[in-house]
């Protein structure tokens, strides 16, 4: 059997090593300042034990081609998974070019200058290794999960993708009809093309307001040119980073990278995105109906802007919000909604956070959309006006105390992690000062981000529903549409 | 003066640690009444049955900060009564106790920072709280309070009835999830994998609480369950207090019905309307059961069309010719005999025919005699494929200890699991093609189309 011992737990191993010593239980006998002596070091071994169990084995390092290498080393298993990040999500793609980033960084996976797609896919999975990428608003990104003993072809395959893709005009042609598909096919899900209109109008012209993917005619527009532009500008050493989580020899890691990366482009791209605050949707409540009769529920979106990932009110707004809707089962919203009247499978709220803003949301899906309107509208008003209580605040923190440890729980969790840390600028000792951090937040605290962060009275609805218009009855609300 | 510190902590520290060590192991032997055996050489799974039949599996890995703690009981929708479609399900949806309310277990847990949740399949429901390694006890205690003492207020059925209600509409408004319930009704006859496992609206409208009840004392049994804890756990110390909750709860002898589908008797064919983008396709054919060797050779012929971009279908209806948006086949097996099939959504309707034209013409190839129909690579990638996804499924507590308790319910025995790698490995390309030909006959087949409503004459 493997070695369990894992680098999260050295406090484990200075355990074996305490009861290897040579000493006898005769010999801490003595007289008061003996035992006092020991009341200390009983206080000094849990602190010990404390410290160092929360001190993950985690590193960031720069090479000298320019790279930024985040690891999280741990022999538990023999596997590794490596992602490299971009700046360039969605947030970037050009006026009228909507889907340009996704589509660059999708069509990267898909052929390089020595290696046709099919090759990739047939080396990869091959080893039973997997690759994969994905387009958010800030970054997008390339993943690899492999056998430990893979780790040179995953490196080289994932470097050749990053340094020499071919965006072949076969390719690119092949996969526009995948994407185009794809939105269409989003056009069957409610919640999907909810949330689309959702974000298009809270996010009014902002980069956020469009979806990573496109729209059909924007993504049918695209170009290998504008692809190969977007790739020069943005695909740099300097606007990216990688995070390797697994079971490796750091250093030798790390050379093999350096060796790889070298001939990668250096330059940062100068573009600035507007950061957008959290803000009252408009002075009356607003309400965007998409009537589709065939449906037998309604869905719906209620809220406005947010803050950002990086806001001084992170924590108040996170913990306050764990309280009002962060649950289907257990939340305000949640409870009132579901468990007490029955009106809906799920019904929650969120913050959600990006780089240069966010967005407040609260969702369900019913049969009964006047009567769930009333009681969200009705939670958030409440927690606005009145705030939360001590018991409350005392569940939620112990909730996210107790939960941190399923943020590196497994490989992909610690990818997770080590993304976000490097994206949103949380800190290397983020890990280790997060209970803190959850610790300070006060009933005030959460108080005030409830009555600066949610607007009751200046919200958008957006509703996708079997309800004609004239039978919803949503107090004071003014139709866009 | 650090070193002399460090001297006098080391003996303390030592007779702590030995005074820590004394103490558990006294506590674990002197109350631990059932003894584990560890049945499988380098795997650490400790396995004992208490004195009420309750399976106790204990999957160790101390590399991890958490702990799953996973019960399942040995009843899924395939046991709902007659008319009562769903009530597996519903069950599962119940949580409040003698001592609890309900959602107070919820609450609880979201106080430890847990995680928990619950799933019913046509076989098994389970439920799973997954903790930071320190507080994992209190799923045990939890999960012992509702096998002994559910209790379900009439006004809590009625509003959790509704709530199911939600969650099947979610479930018609979207057309592929209702391909699919259309495709077990028109591909069983008898069986009752025929109904859907949320249930038929108008048998949730039909069920009362005394048949929740009902279900409730005939199934949630020990004898019945499993209760699977699979992370950071030593797991003496995890036995002793599975049995401080479970070990005073009684248990009656739970019967299961069987089910046997009659064989089909010529091809089924059912194409449905609705408002969609694309069209999709289910082609189903009656295979076998989890306890046959041909299972074996349909996870391999499963592997080789569609585990990946590098597999068949892919390769040639996706990438090569277009036709699809995507395309994947399943092979899916339980105690009862099932099916195998693929699904595809073809980009146009007028592709619907060339679709499953392409599908057939893949069988056809590997099942040809020519000795390079499947080649040594492919085999070989399958086989890779296994022993790569066998180190993955280790990754997470929760995933591992759902793969041991999907195992003890299905088949019950663990060493299929275990063996799973070598029996794959054991699969020649003869036996794959003795399975296409035994099963993948016009005969035997089901094929349900969803078609844009635009296209209804």
């Known amino acids: 059997m493997k070695n369990k011992i894992s680098k999260t737990q050295t406090g484990t191993e200075c355990h074996a090593e305490f009861i290897s010593a040579s000493q006898t239980p005769n010999q801490v006998r003595g007289d008061i300042n003996v035992i006092f002596k020991y009341l200390i070091y009983v206080f000094y071994f849990w602190f ?95 993943h690899a999960r492999f056998l430990k003993k893979d780790f040179d072809l995953a490196l080289d395959v994932l470097s050749d993708i990053l340094l020499n893709p071919e965006f072949s005009e076969s390719e ?64 740099t050493v300097d606007n990216g980073f990688l995070v390797v989580a697994g079971d490796f020899d750091k ?51 209620i809220g406005h ?132 951090y959850i610790e300070n937040v006060t009933l005030n605290d959460i108080n005030q981000a409830a009555k600066k962060y949610l607007y009751p009275n200046n919200y958008l609805l957006v509703i996708v529903t079997n309800v004609p218009k004239d039978s919803l009855q949503i107090q004071g609300i003014e139709w866009l549409n | 003066m650090i070193l002399s510190m460090k001297n006098n902590k080391c003996k303390f520290i030592k007779y702590f640690c030995l005074t820590l060590i004394f103490f558990f192991s006294t506590f674990a032997t002197s109350f631990a009444a ?74 609880a847990v979201d106080a430890l920072g847990g995680e928990d949740n619950a799933f019913t399949s046509n076989l098994y429901v389970c439920y799973y709280v997954d903790l930071s390694k320190d507080f994992y006890e209190n799923a045990l205690k939890f999960g012992a309070e509702r096998m002994s003492s559910l209790d379900i207020p009439e006004n809590k059925f009625q509003s959790e009835r509704a709530v199911v209600m939600e969650e099947r509409r979610l479930g018609e408004n979207e057309p592929y999830d209702v391909l699919w319930e259309q495709f077990d009704l028109l591909a069983y006859k008898l069986h009752p994998y025929r109904n859907p496992i949320i249930g038929w609206m108008e048998d949730l ?128 097996l339980e105690r009862d005999a099932g099916t195998f099939y693929f699904y595809a959504m073809p980009t146009k309707t007028t592709l619907v025919d060339s679709v499953q034209k392409l599908i057939n013409d893949e069988l056809a190839k590997i099942q040809s005699t020519d000795k390079d129909s499947i080649t040594n690579e492919e085999m070989q990638r399958v086989k890779n494929q296994v022993i790569a996804y066998e180190i993955y499924s280790k990754d997470r507590s929760r995933g591992m200890g759902m793969r041991i308790g999907r195992q003890s319910i299905t088949t019950g025995d663990l060493r299929d699991m275990i063996e799973y790698p070598q029996r794959i490995d054991q699969v020649t390309k003869d036996d794959v093609r003795r399975v296409i030909n035994t099963y993948f006959v016009p005969k035997n087949r089901t094929v349900a189309t969803l078609l844009p409503e635009e296209n209804k004459k």
């Open chain 2, 205 to 332: 409208q039909r069920i009362e609480l005394k048949d929740l009840i009902n279900h409730y004392h005939t199934y949630y049994q020990p004898s019945n369950t499993v209760c699977v804890i699979a992370g950071a756990v030593e797991p003496n110390d995890a036995l002793v207090k599975v049995e401080k909750y479970f070990s005073k709860i009684k248990s009656k002898p739970v019967a299961h019905p069987v089910f046997v589908e009659p064989e089909q008797q010529g091809e089924q064919k059912m194409t449905i309307y609705k408002k969609v983008s694309t069209p999709a396709i289910v082609i189903g054919y009656h295979t076998t059961d989890v306890y046959s060797l041909d299972f074996y050779a349909l996870e391999v012929l499963e592997a080789l069309l569609s585990s990946g971009k590098d597999s068949r279908l892919y390769k040639k209806i996706v990438y090569e010719k277009q036709y699809a948006l995507e395309v994947s086949a399943g092979n899916y």
């Open chain 1, 251 to 301: 250093q030798e890691l790390l050379n093999k990278i350096e060796t790889k990366f070298s001939a990668m482009r250096k330059g940062k791209p100068d573009i600035q995105i507007p950061q957008i605050a959290s803000a009252p949707y408009s002075e009356k409540p607003k309400g965007y109906i998409i009537y589709q009769p065939d449906l037998n529920q309604s869905y719906i979106f």
């Open chain 1, 172 to 235: 690119l042609a092949r996969l526009k009809m995948q994407i185009i598909g794809d939105i269409r096919q989003s056009y069957d899900y409610p919640n999907d093309f909810g949330w689309k209109k959702y974000a298009e109008l809270i996010f009014n012209n902002h980069p956020y307001g469009h979806s990573p993917s496109g729209d059909t005619i924007s993504v049918s527009k695209i170009t290998r040119k504008d692809i190969v532009e977007f790739y020069t500008r943005y695909f």
């Open chain 1, 305 to 436: 802007t947010g803050v950002a990932e990086t806001s001084a009110d992170y924590f108040p707004t996170r913990v306050m919000n764990f309280i009002l809707g962060g649950s289907a089962l257990t939340s305000r919203i949640g409870n009132g909604v579901r468990e007490t009247e029955g009106l809906a499978y799920d019904a929650r709220s969120g913050f959600y956070r990006w780089l240069y803003g966010g967005a407040f949301v609260a969702t369900t899906q019913t049969s009964d959309p006047n009567k769930a309107i009333n009681i969200i509208l009705n939670e958030i008003k409440k927690m606005s006006e009145t705030g939360a209580t001590q018991k409350e605040l005392k569940d939620a923190k112990t909730f996210y105390i107790g939960n941190f440890p399923f943020n590196y729980d497994a490989t992909r969790d610690k990818i997770d992690l080590l993304q976000n840390i490097e994206v949103y600028h949380k800190g290397l000792d983020y890990p280790d000062k997060f209970n803190s």
């Open chain 2, 34 to 107: 059932s003894e584990l055996k560890q049945p499988f050489a380098d795997f650490p799974l400790y396995e004992t049955y208490l004195n009420n039949g309750l399976r106790v599996l204990i999957y160790v890995d101390s590399s991890t900060p958490t702990v799953s703690t996973q019960l399942w009981y040995n009843v899924g929708a395939i046991y709902d009564p007659p008319y009562k479609s769903g009530v597996s399900h519903l069950l599962e949806h119940m949580d409040g106790t003698k001592n609890y309310k309900p959602r107070e277990i919820s609450a």
């Open chain 1, 48 to 142: 010990l034990i404390f410290n160092i169990a929360s001190a993950l084995p985690i590193s960031r390092d720069s090479l000298s081609c320019g790279l930024k290498v985040l690891t999280y080393q741990t022999d538990r298993l023999p596997l590794i998974e490596m992602r490299w990040v971009t700046y360039a999500g969605s947030i970037y793609d050009p006026t009228g070019k909507d889907g340009l980033a996704n589509l660059t960084n999708n069509l990267m996976t898909r052929g390089t200058k020595t290696r046709s797609a099919l090759k990739i896919n047939k080396e990869i999975e091959f080893v039973g290794a997997s690759l994969s990428d994905a387009t958010g608003y800030d970054y997008s990104t390339i």
